[in-house]
């Protein structure tokens, strides 16, 4: 009878045994299945990152490309507009994170534009002057009423309440207030007059159009290789924005509406843990004011002996002496849209008057696609240029859009945007 026993319990724990081995095989076989399922689905983004690959190195190919422009007339100052710190809330950055990022960029301004606080005056503490080459500009970012919002230079920290749109545009222009409509496409006050121009394009506007599932595949396989890259994974030409300021600019014979670029700067999208002094200690950050700024610039031109200063600034952007370029992909410096006739010579956001007929120059520091827009729809087009003449003999309001057609993954965006010339 003992041995019977031993004999059952024997046979009943080798049958065990083999349950679970056939077990384990059977965990071992899904996971492999799973295993190669993942590395299936991941073949896209290996080839994404294998893209992003050729991006960059056909951006160190165009770089070793450039040309220098023939007119000595102009400098072209780079800089970034609507940056924000912890001052004004929404935001982690430090002001010294803003100082090293502008520095590390070789820019020669920023506008900061902080958020109001009720029991501080965020456009007084914010960065003012020049500090190692870089002239900063305090501002604010304004919620007037409503979803109406305006970037307000230099910074104003009155309190809004409900005073409507139009009148406050009208007190902050009296004070010589430089006036940006900031989220047209939330902007509601359109019968409003009196500001500057339009935030035509914005990052953060921008990175709302973000995939997350394929954003985060993208960043498992890129971020540590091409972190900046991942920018063109998401850009997109802002339609329906440059829509509106062309209908405003055409529309409107008597007015001359700068466009802008917003880098929304915050540098409060990431995972982290910072020490007590503020230092990242453990993390990763996806949009670092150094990266904001490489990625969006507005250039402004001012003439060779003119130096560059907080009113000098202020008037080249109110006048729309101004263009804005996605150096990302290569710096920008260097464009410039001129006009001229028998007469006078201008530049972008400038009028000229229409006798006979107008020639529009363009000079670009890299061989380009350079498209010319007239009130809003293209009329003229350039493949394979660094310089390029158009000859017109109608008014209207004159733009460019300058596209790297060697760039295959951009190649349908524009790298620079400019501000009009006014054919009167």
């Not at 900061?112 to 456009?123: K, L």
Request: glycine share 8%; charged share 25%; aromatic share 10%.
């Amino acid at each position: 009878m003992i041995d019977d026993e031993r004999l059952r319990t024997g046979n009943e724990s080798q049958l065990t045994d083999a349950k679970k081995r056939g077990c384990l095989k059977r965990f071992g076989i899904l996971l492999l299945l799973s295993l190669l399922l993942f590395l299936l689905t991941q073949i896209p983004f290996i080839l994404r990152r294998h893209q992003l690959a050729r991006l960059s190195n056909s951006i160190e190919e165009l770089d070793s490309r450039r040309t220098t422009r023939a007119d000595d007339n102009y400098h072209d100052y780079k800089g970034v507009i609507h940056v924000h710190s912890m001052l004004g809330g929404h935001s982690t950055g430090r002001l010294e994170d803003i100082f090293k990022a502008a520095r590390a960029n070789k820019l020669d301004f920023v506008v900061m534009t902080e958020h109001g606080e009720q029991f501080v005056n965020t456009s007084d503490a914010t960065i003012h002057g020049t500090y190692d080459g870089t002239l900063f500009v305090g501002g604010n970012e304004i919620n007037v009423r409503g979803s109406d919002r305006l970037l307000v230079v230099p910074g104003t920290n009155d309190p809004v309440g409900t005073t409507p749109t139009a009148q406050y545009i009208e007190q902050q222009r009296a004070a010589g207030k430089l006036i940006f409509v900031a989220y047209p496409h939330e902007f509601q006050s359109w019968d409003a007059r009196g500001y500057d121009g339009l935030e035509v394009y914005n990052i953060y506007t921008n990175a709302k159009r973000i995939n997350r599932a394929l954003m985060f595949f993208d960043g498992l396989w890129s971020y540590n290789a091409y972190p900046d890259l991942l920018f063109a994974r998401f850009y997109e030409r802002p339609n329906e924005n440059l829509k509106r300021w062309d209908m405003l600019t055409s529309n409107n014979p008597s007015r001359r509406i700068t466009a802008i670029a917003g880098n929304d700067a915050h540098a409060n999208i990431g995972i982290g843990l910072r020490s007590d002094s503020g230092d990242q200690v453990l993390g990763f950050q996806f949009d670092p004011y150094e990266r904001m700024f490489r990625i969006l610039r507005n250039h402004v031109v001012l003439e060779k002996n003119q130096p560059l200063t907080q009113d000098s600034l202020l008037e080249a952007l109110r006048a729309g002496h101004s263009y804005f370029s996605f150096d990302l992909f290569s710096d920008a410096t260097g464009f410039l849209f001129t006009a001229e006739d028998a007469d006078e010579k201008r530049i972008m956001g400038d009028e000229i008057k229409l006798d006979g007929e107008v020639r529009l120059k363009v000079h670009t520091p890299l061989r380009s696609q350079i498209k010319l827009f007239r009130n809003g729809e293209v009329t003229r087009e350039a493949n394979e240029a660094t310089a390029q003449e158009f000859v017109v003999n109608e008014r209207g309001v004159y733009r460019i859009e300058v596209y790297l057609s060697q760039l295959e993954l951009i190649k349908d965006k524009p790298w620079i945007v400019s501000n009009p010339i006014y054919v009167r």
